[in-house]
């Protein structure tokens, strides 16, 4: 009861109850779009640059953007760790908590009002 991923010890930790829990396709396709779309900020500059190198090139960007490329793959993969994982899926959490509340409350109202 409640433990919703068994692969990663570390999501675990935060995954102990029964509202914590994530669905495949939360913890597998949303929490890692959110970790991406944070890692883009973070890396914004670096992705500035790439773009850059790329506009007006099509098979010459595989040698031409080589060291552009690196730079984004490390920035983007040093902001796709783990801890930047379970950061998101608590976000993520708290959300879906705060919104459920939300809905919970409405449905109270509209029930007292009936």
Do not use: Y
């Not at 068994?6 to 029964?18: F, K, N, V």
């Not at 190198?53 to 080589?66: T, Y």
């Amino acid at each position: 009861q409640g433990m919703a991923n068994t692969a990663g010890a570390s999501r675990d930790s935060i995954l102990e109850t029964d509202e914590n829990f994530l669905r495949h396709v939360e913890k597998d396709v949303v929490i890692p779009k959110m970790v991406k779309a944070a890692a883009k900020i973070a890396c914004a500059q670096v992705v500035k640059e790439f773009e850059d190198c790329c506009r007006g090139r099509f098979f010459s960007v595989v040698w031409a953007c080589r060291e552009q490329n690196t730079a984004l793959q490390e920035c983007m993969k040093a902001h796709f760790q783990e801890a930047d994982i379970e950061r998101e899926t608590k976000i993520f959490l708290a959300k879906r908590k705060e919104n459920l509340g939300r809905i919970h409350a409405e449905e109270t109202k509209k029930a007292a009002e009936h």
